[in-house]
């Protein structure tokens, strides 16, 4: 193979960081108008052009916004909810993919395949009838619609991504504490789970950023403002504060910025989940 | 020696036994949940789409007529023409964004984490969080989105308050967000085993070659994952909807499922919102399989060379 000289490398990697960094500019101006809304005046906000410092820096649009709606109820109205889905989600969706995984029954590849081909139903289909039952059970207006289905499976996608994992650990450690006398149950909670401390988290902070995000089921299920998540929240809010548009910027960097925070911190959970899910392309 | 073999024997048939009743055990919530919260719920949304249905009144059987009055209301094929517009023209546009953007960090540069960080912050913010925002991107009067086009010397436009915008600028919107496909794509770029590319630059392909002929074909399982979860999603596009335009201006953003909210949850109308749903079912379920049976032609899985 001919190799170029090195001063064409040179300008080919600069004309590369300089179409990356165009699209980068672009991608990050509407977080950067966000934030810069959210830090002016009232009046600065109507301005064309735009400015894009603000002047004077209204550091108080922030506790404003957290004043005018009980952001604080809502924060840990979510904060309990993506607890215990979360919880649910994590244990008996490695429940089912460690007996997917790794123990023999008869229907385990149809039950699989049954597991599979519901990632691929609209949820839309099964709504109606559930939000039936949730009210004859009287849970409408209570967490526990949003909450109690992930104690049943927590949800096809994370039953596969447990089971890519569970795969990967061999099979020698099972045999080796069944011949020491474990049961299944001690060998996937003293073995297995111990090992897999990188698909919990990744599963952990998937769930975190799915409950906190979703919108149609609290907005479904949830009717009291006292019961209000941030999503439903941000979103009352709106209807209250249509034309204060800085308060508004200041509401939504809020709800964002959390998950920033948690991106930053968990980076290399979020490279290995999305990994694993390209595996779901093979 | 024979009671050894016998109780050996034994011992084997309860470790199997054993095995077979915790498997069971273990995917109990799971299949409970199967049960109970899919296979229950749309049997049930099925029969519900046979009866007239307000809650508070009994249910009363119907037969298909849901079905028929579904077929002759111009809303829902309205509805139905607004989500497939932005499915068939705001997925592939997507997915080729994504692409490029793959295709871009995955260059052997330095710092390029930082360009695939900034690529993909974007596609974590809440789908509520983001509509609000880009409300106020797309204001008529103070938007950066208009902003920008009297920069460049363009008069406004009335993004989201014209009929015929309404449903590109949500698509336009939707690019914000390509970061969540690219990761999965990357990570797809990344499976590719260089020794592919060595050989082939040895047998003198170039770029375009090594591209055409080595990155896409294996990329093709990546994409097509995520053109199937994509389509499926697109289908279902409601939030940006519900919050952005509440279906509007004149319906020109009236989703599918916004029309199937408002029929169960605004008008409860329960037997004609289980029809609705059913048959967006059905159509995603068709579109699924046809995609399935067309992927033979060009999604390549390693381990099956076709000769």
Known sequence: MKTAPRYLNRIWAGFWYLILSFFAVALALPLV???????????????????????????TNYPDAFRAVAFHEYFWNTARIVFFATAGTLLTASLAAYAFARLRFPLREPLFLLVLSTIMLPSIVTLIPTFIVFRTLRWIDTFLP???PLWFGGGAFNIFLFRQFFMTIPLELDEAARI????????????ILPLSQPVLATIAVFSFIHHWNDFFQPLVYLQSPENWTMAIGLLGFRDLYSTQWNLMMAASTAMILPLLVLFFFAQRYFVSGIQMSGLAGR | MQTLVTSWRRRQRNLLWTE??????????WLLGFLIFTVGPMLASLYISFTRWEIVTPSVWVGHAQYAKLFSDDRFWLSLYNTSYYVFIGVPLHLFMALLAALAVNMNLRGIHLYRTAYYVPSLTPVVANSILWIWIFHPEWGLANAFLEWIGLGGLYWLQDPRLAKPALIIMSFWS???????????????????????????????????RITLPLLTPALFFNLIIAIIGAFQVFTQAFIMTDGGPNYATLFYLLYLYRSAFENFRMGYASAMAWVLFVIVLVFTIVQFRLSDRWVFYEGDLRQ
């Open chain 1, 33 to 59: 108008w966000l934030v810069s809304t959210s830090l002016k005046t009232g009046g600065q906000t109507f301005l064309m052009p735009p400015k894009w410092i603000p002047d004077p820096i209204v550091w």
């Open chain 1, 146 to 148: 949003l909450i109690v």
């Open chain 2, 178 to 212: 390509i970061g969540g496909q690219m990761v999965i794509l990357l990570a797809g770029l990344k499976g590719i085993p260089v020794t592919l590319y060595e050989a082939a630059s040895i047998d003198g392909a170039n770029w375009w070659g090594r591209f055409w």
């Open chain 2, 20 to 29: 077979c009743r915790d498997g069971y055990l273990f995917i109990l919530p």
């Open chain 1, 180 to 191: 020491d006398g474990a049961s299944n149950f001690r060998i996937y909670w003293v073995v």
